[in-house]
């Protein structure tokens, strides 16, 4: 499974429920407005690093850190100033950030938790408000025989 498809998982077993959808790459790079069900949350790997090869001698085992983000997108329209909404993505961030701050994904063996590294309002715009909250994690790639 992938960090991404790992994370999905994660932000859709929370209790309760919160996104009405959780989607990847390629749902969100495909938006051409809003999403059809608020709130959504779309995960994607915006950067990888890999270091060098760990090993000496055998197969490559090279450490990969990502940088992956959770875009959220809200409505309410409770209120025309757009404040209702951001009541509500504060309330999706705590959510988020808890569960995937400290989550180990599979593929680290060191046991390197996710951290949460920023968060960034994106767009407020008639009621929906579009939020970026970037962590970072880490997993190990390994040559394949």
């Given at each position: 499974m992938t960090i991404a498809a790992e994370i999905i998982e994660r932000l859709g077993a929370i209790s309760p429920q919160v996104f009405r959808?959780?989607?990847?790459?390629?749902?969100?790079?495909?938006?051409?407005?809003?999403?059809?069900?608020?709130?959504?949350?779309?995960?994607?790997?915006?950067?990888?690093?890999?270091?060098?090869?760990?090993?000496?001698?055998?197969?490559?085992?090279?450490?990969t850190e990502a940088d992956i983000a959770v875009v959220i997108a809200t409505r309410n329209v409770a209120d025309g100033t757009g404040g209702a909404a951001a009541g509500d993505i504060e309330e999706l961030?705590?959510?988020?950030?808890?569960?995937?701050?400290?989550?180990?994904?599979?593929?680290?063996?060191?046991?390197?938790?996710?951290?949460?590294?920023?968060g960034n309002l994106l767009r407020m715009k008639s009621g929906v408000v579009w939020q970026r909250e970037l962590f970072g994690a880490a997993y190990y790639q390994e040559e394949q025989p």
């Amino acid at each position: 499974m992938t960090i991404a498809a790992e994370i999905i998982e994660r932000l859709g077993a929370i209790s309760p429920q919160v996104f009405r959808m959780i989607e990847g790459a390629a749902a969100y790079a495909s938006l051409t407005g809003e999403p059809k069900a608020m709130p959504a949350a779309y995960v994607l790997i915006e950067e990888e690093q890999s270091s060098e090869n760990e090993r000496m001698t055998g197969k490559v085992l090279q450490r990969t850190e990502a940088d992956i983000a959770v875009v959220i997108a809200t409505r309410n329209v409770a209120d025309g100033t757009g404040g209702a909404a951001a009541g509500d993505i504060e309330e999706l961030k705590a959510k988020v950030r808890s569960a995937l701050i400290g989550f180990v994904p599979t593929g680290n063996p060191a046991g390197d938790p996710v951290e949460h590294i920023s968060g960034n309002l994106l767009r407020m715009k008639s009621g929906v408000v579009w939020q970026r909250e970037l962590f970072g994690a880490a997993y190990y790639q390994e040559e394949q025989p």
